[in-house]
């Protein structure tokens, strides 16, 4: 059963920055694409970003140039490093997987098959 925890969100004030982390386990191997996306207050859940089998990444535009996306050598660990936040990146951040992934794109968050429980991020004017 594949299992994803996401840490390391937080508060911190506009032009701060914060590093995700995210553990997914228990995925058996294939094509296999991982992702961030988020939930605002009052907003539709959006994509932020995916990396997929072979390191090919992807970003919404909101978010290109500030924020990466990387993994470990053993794509055990998933990272989302935000860079100059604002105000309007303040969301619950979703660590998602997509099992038989197929094309490298930013994939919509009920695309991906599993999901964690998501971690705050409070960014302050």
């Known amino acids: 059963q594949v299992q994803v925890t996401e840490s390391g969100g937080g508060s911190v004030q506009a032009g701060g920055a914060l590093r995700l982390s995210c553990e997914i386990s228990?995925?058996?191997?294939?094509?296999?694409?991982r992702g961030w996306f988020r939930q605002a207050p009052g907003k539709e859940r959006e994509g932020v970003a995916t990396i997929d089998h072979e390191g090919v990444t992807s970003y919404a535009e909101s978010v290109k140039g500030r924020f990466s996306i990387t993994e470990d050598n053993h794509k055990n660990t998933l990272f989302l490093q935000m860079d100059k936040l604002s105000p309007d990146d303040t969301a619950l951040y979703y660590c998602?997987?997509?099992?038989?992934?197929?094309?490298?794109?930013?994939?919509?968050?009920?695309?991906?098959?599993?999901r964690g429980q998501g971690t705050q991020v409070t960014v302050s004017s």
């Open positions: 228990g995925y058996s191997g294939g094509s296999f694409c």
């Open positions: 998602a997987a997509k099992s038989r992934c197929a094309v490298a794109r930013l994939y919509k968050p009920f695309e991906y098959d599993y």
